[in-house]
């Protein structure tokens, strides 16, 4: 596509449910990667993708949060149990490949926890 | 280990006047800098990057950085702002190697644009 598409773009959802959200980047970048822009803690690295393995994960928050990518295409995080300081801005980005290359990001699913 | 820390949080300028928003970093290796833009409900986009070529490095809508080793800054510039300048901008900082995309974001400077 022209750029990283993401959905839902806002997202409300009860306390202890679990949420999907998906990206699907530019098509033909290898690297994808999450982010989480919230009020209080501003923009945060999540995980990152090369192809479908993720060689870094090391911001995932805790083990409610989980993510994967197939086909080397689109990606999915998955929230389970949700809790109201989950709530922000989860952005997805991708780039050509790992190597240098510009990093797009797409517009971010709001995610509200009520 | 890397971190950037954008000097000012809000920044106010009047259209026409120059425009420079603050940013120091902190890198174990040579890093590669970034600002983006992000508009209001809009998401994040590239003005400019740095990746150990020229220090002074020119990005879209007439913004400018320039890579200061010795000071560890990597402060933006404009010489004529806009009113559609104002926005959030975001001083980033990108891990060496394999891990080019875990991007380190400053806190953010929100731009205002008097008339």
């Known amino acids: 596509g022209a750029g990283v598409s993401q959905s839902p773009s806002n997202k409300v959802t009860e306390k202890g449910k679990d949420v999907e959200l998906r990206c699907d980047p530019i098509?033909?970048?290898?690297?994808l990667y999450w982010y989480r822009q919230s009020l209080g803690q501003g923009l945060e690295f999540l995980i990152y993708?090369?192809?479908?393995?993720?060689?870094?994960k090391s911001g995932l928050p805790s083990d409610r949060f989980s993510a994967e990518r197939t086909g080397g295409s689109v990606s999915t995080l998955t929230i389970q149990r949700t809790q109201q300081e989950d709530s922000a801005v989860y952005l997805c980005?991708?780039?050509?490949?790992?190597?240098?290359?510009?990093?797009?990001f797409g517009e971010g699913s709001w995610l509200t926890v009520v | 280990a890397q971190s950037v820390t954008q000097l000012d949080s809000h920044v106010s300028v009047s259209e026409g006047t120059p425009v420079l928003l603050r940013c120091n970093y902190s890198?174990?290796?040579?890093?590669?800098l970034f600002w983006y833009v992000q508009h209001p409900n809009k998401g994040l986009q590239l003005l400019l990057k740095?990746?150990?070529?020229?220090?002074l490095v020119k990005g879209i809508n007439g913004f400018e950085a320039e890579f200061k080793k010795s000071e560890t800054s990597f402060h933006l510039t404009k010489p004529s702002a806009h009113m559609s300048d104002a926005a959030e901008y975001f001083c980033?900082?990108?891990?060496?190697?394999?891990?080019?995309?875990?991007?380190?974001f400053g806190q953010g400077t929100i731009l205002t644009v008097h008339p």
């Open positions: 980005a991708s780039s050509f490949d790992s190597s240098g290359n510009t990093i797009y």
């Open positions: 980033v900082v990108g891990a060496g190697g394999t891990s080019y995309g875990k991007l380190t």
């Open positions: 098509s033909g970048h290898t690297a």
């Open positions: 890198s174990s290796y040579s890093p590669s």
């Open positions: 993708f090369q192809g479908n393995s993720a060689p870094d």
């Open positions: 740095y990746t150990s070529a020229a220090t």
